[in-house]
């Protein structure tokens, strides 16, 4: 009766790894169409709560698809290169937002900035500062 828990239990905890063994990778036109839908709700998103102007539109999806477009590239030349050390990659992506936040700091009025600090921009902000503040403690 004990063996037969313990199988039940060894079963459920090994299904969800065989599930996910079995899906498929994304193709590259399949990461590229789940990226720009992605982007289109953060742009819509952005659009909403910062009042953004039509040339403001453009130039958002314009900085998230360029940045997230490169951020991408560097992932997939390190995956490729079999690198499985989680700081580059997070280095990559601390990188891009960085050059997105300063990007959106050109194009926002005050006013809008302010709004997209307060909404969680400033937090991510900071925990890039402290991280790429430890890397440098470390080196």
Not at 18 to 40: C, D, F, G, V, Y
Not at 109 to 117: A, L
């Amino acid at each position: 009766m004990k063996t037969k828990h313990i199988l039940i239990i060894l079963a459920c905890m090994l299904l969800p790894a065989l599930a996910k063994a079995q899906q498929q990778p994304m193709t590259p036109e399949q990461e590229e169409k789940k990226m720009r839908e992605s982007i289109e709700q953060m742009v819509l998103k952005y659009e909403e709560n910062l009042n953004l102007e039509v040339w403001q539109t453009f130039y958002v999806d314009s900085i998230l698809t360029h940045n997230y477009g490169e951020m991408m590239a560097e992932s997939r030349a390190l995956s490729s290169n079999r690198v499985e050390n989680f700081d580059l990659y997070q280095m990559i992506s601390d990188k891009w937002e960085d050059a997105t936040y300063y990007a959106f700091q050109k194009i926002l009025d005050e006013e809008q900035w302010k709004k997209y600090i307060k909404g969680g921009a400033g937090r991510a902000k900071k925990s890039r500062d402290q991280r790429a503040a430890k890397r440098e403690g470390k080196k």
